[in-house]
């Protein structure tokens, strides 16, 4: 994987992730019936910063959760034969309320997909709305993000790294070559 360019460096992320919160109280008109669900891995530190921040504007302290998605991918033989897996944790009841699923970069839909089937697993929401940090384009699915940090269009030869100090000890978003 070779690094093209810089596409968000941390203060640009915060930036991002801060205008995804205000959006999410303007949406909802405030946050109380929102929950937040991070698609593990990169998606959970997302949801954290979003929650900090919604309980700094509204004062209300959203709780978190966050799925693995990995016997929920349609492609799971094409990522691995042995999957490493994680638990979903959700400690607290998503009838009645609104899901904001948590991910960092939205592609083809797939994750987003297994997602909400999985989701759908733990109880049945009143709405689901999805929030990304990245939008690159190249969907198979008809799946569209509430809440987008930025688009970038890409190639699809190309790919998003997102940096996070909770995986990778640094914080930032590049465009690679595969």
């Given at each position: 994987m070779?690094?093209?360019?810089?596409?968000?460096?941390?203060?640009?992320?915060?930036?991002?992730?801060?205008?995804?919160?205000?959006?999410?109280?303007?949406?909802?008109?405030?946050?109380?019936?929102?929950v937040l669900v991070g698609v593990r891995r990169r998606g959970e530190p997302i949801a954290r910063m979003l929650q900090q921040l919604l309980q700094r504007f509204e004062g209300v302290r959203v709780p978190v959760g966050t799925v693995d998605i990995t016997f929920y991918r349609d492609d799971m033989t094409h990522k691995t034969l042995d999957p490493m897996l994680n638990r979903t944790e959700i400690p607290f009841p998503v009838a009645e309320k609104t899901v904001v699923l948590v991910d960092d970069v939205l592609y083809t839909g797939r994750t987003a997909r297994a997602a909400m089937d999985a989701l759908m697993d733990v109880g049945r929401a009143r709405r689901i709305q999805l929030a990304v940090l990245i939008d690159r384009g190249h969907r198979e699915l008809p799946i569209r993000a509430d809440f987008v940090g930025k688009n970038v269009p890409t190639a699809v030869t190309e790919f998003v790294r997102v940096a996070l100090p909770e995986y990778d000890g640094d914080t930032g978003v590049w465009l690679c070559d595969k």
């Open positions: 070779t690094t093209k360019t810089q596409l968000m460096d941390a203060a640009q992320l915060h930036r991002c992730v801060t205008r995804i919160a205000h959006e999410i109280i303007e949406r909802n008109k405030g946050v109380e019936d929102v």
